[in-house]
């Protein structure tokens, strides 16, 4: 047996843990004579199995089972799984538990986006020292958007504590509608502060608009990467619309090769498995198990055709000046949730300012019963499906998830991948990697992941051809 | 200045999501304490040594995590389980009710909409989702599926100003302003099928609420938006088991039941948090 000598064993370079992330991960870069040998983007969060776990549960209460899958966009599962069921049971709640649930919605992207731009990914964009990139960092040095942030965060808190019963997991959606009326002092307590929120929501995006602006180079500072993209549109016009609507896919170049109900999302989108990782990753059905599809932030404002909200839409032209349609760089990704955060603001006012929204025909009864149903919702992070099939009892029989960072896994192994290729000398020198690493670790949050919601642990495995390889067993 | 760590393991993040919560709160407790382990907020890599409390979210599903919880008990003065799924198991636990062999067929060689594959082979998975307790000693738990923000606040600033934090001994039903006659109704109810009454007491109404049977401090907010307690806090702390608690508490309900109660399609209800640390899963390990 002979064995390669340590000069020819690949010098191995490890981010671990990614760091300013949801849940815990880490990469793992091997480099040979300068060049990159190998690459790995792995997810240690143990799989928890929420599939098996609603199986033979009662129908109703997966909205609550399920939302324990991610404690950040707990509100996209909880109203995306209770969306499901009504399909399933044929069931149209009344308008004023559509309005709540909307209201719900908007209130969870309010402070899931300001969460990630704030904490984890502005640290890295405003000149702080490496061994500060932090909030608590970015806080002393800009006190007044640090204020602003807090405050954005706090009052989208309230709004899905108003509509959902409390934060972080909600209580109220059942099939049928909603278990909780918002009072009429209670909205206007909510309308009042949320127009002073808009605008510090508007100087907090001029803040994150004005470095991007201002350094228009490092807009394009990572290779580009083609893929499909897949997001929700409404309407005939296929705006953008984050809680309810049909399915969109294009391909890179802005063709459209698809649109459809997410009902029949089944005959469009099917998951692969690879014997060398255990995250299931969803694939265009069409172009076989390498038609991937890339979801968030990115692909909404590439797929939809504009948000229907004024304030939201200046600073989608001013985005798409930076970032013009098809983007395929990944640093569109943190500056397009800036306009999505103005429209879930604007949104939750839209909502408060509909007289509906404090009626009381919040429910409707509805009886346990044999179906199958299936539904989608743009969960911050990207298109989130639910799918139940019920049986006569109104137990659930067989649930299938696909949670939007499970789309978008192999495509940041890919983004990793093209960028490692080219820093691999800098990879591979003591002096220059630290800085090497921050732009893998910057990749990473670009995309927000969630490696809870990717629900099954996740090990992939790219060459340097681009082919997925066998992990070794370590 | 104490130095302190926030970490999530077999979890959702949800709980340090929920001391965010704190806001204005959490940045003072963080600018006069030392952060010096947080991978969700600060870009440090090694758990250093010398730490005076650590927070821990999550249970334990692999061995990655067991090493993690490990190194952590032994570099901290004081271990904090933080959350239902740190302090319980949580609702992963409730997977432990089937064998992680089957599990991994059934999620991949075996499900519709899924290409038939291999079961991936190389998971350093354990067979089981357990509580931190099950590997290391715990110092405090602060319950909750989330924790709330009170409870983190309150325990943080006692245990950093030297003083011990105060345990809770209610049960939900303490907190709930719902109306208890003492009267029930003769069938269990779903809570989608009909309206309940919104002051009376929904377990009297028929409909499984898990207040008697829960550690109370949360303030009640599940029965207050129209929905039942789901047992996030875990059992009280006079009782050994949440489940068997629960039907004790449900004996005047059971005995007015027309058709019965036939617990095995109850798990969910009876032990949605507690399944992992429950009597009837260790009998179930024997």
Partial sequence: ??????????????VDPLTRIEGMGKIKVEIKDNQLHDLKFQVTVAPRFFEYLVTGKRAEEAPRLTQRICGICYVSHHLVSVKAIEDAWGVT??????????LMNAGGYVTSHSLHSA??????????????????????????????????????????QATGGRIVQVVTSVPGGQTLQLKEQRRDELLEEGREVLELIKAYADFVFDIYEKDAPSCSQFPDVDTNFMALVNGPDGHYDVYDGDARIISGTGKELARFHPSKYYNYIQEAVWSHSSTKVPYYKPEGASGNLRVGPLARLNVASKMPFPVAREYEERYLKLFPRTCLQVQGFNLARIPELIAGQEEVLEMLEDPGITGDDIRVPVKSMGGEGAAFIEAPRGVLTHHYVIDEQG?????????????????????????????????????????????????????????????????FDITVDGGMVEVEEV | MARILLIGLAGDSGCQVASLGLHEALVDILAANEPVYAPTLLDAKEIPEGIDVALVEGGIRNTHEEETIKEIREKSKIVIALGACAAFGGIPGLANLKDGRQLMDMIYSNHRGTDKGTVPTHLESLPEQRPIKHFVKVDYTIPGCPPEVTDIAGTLTSLLSGEEPEVNRTQVCDDCPRERLG???????????????????????????????TMGGCGAPCPQSGNTCEGCRGKCLEVDDQGLAMIDAMTGLLTQLKDGFDANKYSAMLYRFTYAESVLSELARS
């Fill in chain 1, 1 to 14: 047996m002979s064995w390669p000598g340590a000069d020819d064993m690949p010098e191995i370079v490890e």
């Fill in chain 1, 93 to 102: 709640p009344p308008e004023t538990a559509v309005k709540l649930r909307r």
């Fill in chain 1, 119 to 160: 904490f984890l990914a502005v640290p890295d964009l405003v000149g702080l020292p490496a061994e500060s990139r932090n909030f608590v960092a970015l806080m002393g040095k800009y006190p007044e958007i640090g204020k602003a942030a807090l405050k954005i965060h706090a009052y989208g808190n309230k709004v899905v």
């Fill in chain 1, 395 to 459: 137990l659930i029989r067989y649930a299938n998830i696909m949670a939007p960072t499970t789309y978008n896994h192999p495509l940041i192994q890919q983004d990793l991948f093209e960028n490692a290729k080219i820093y691999a000398g800098e990879l591979a020198d003591p002096g220059k990697r630290a800085e090497a690493c921050w732009r893998l670790e910057k990749i990473v949050r670009c995309y927000d992941p969630c490696t809870s919601c990717s629900v099954h642990v996740a090990d």
């Fill in chain 2, 183 to 213: 009267k029930y109704e003769k069938s269990l109810k779903r809570i989608h099928e009909e309206i309940p009454d919104p002051d009376r007491c929904l377990l009297e109404q028929g409909y499984f609420c898990m207040g008697p049977a």
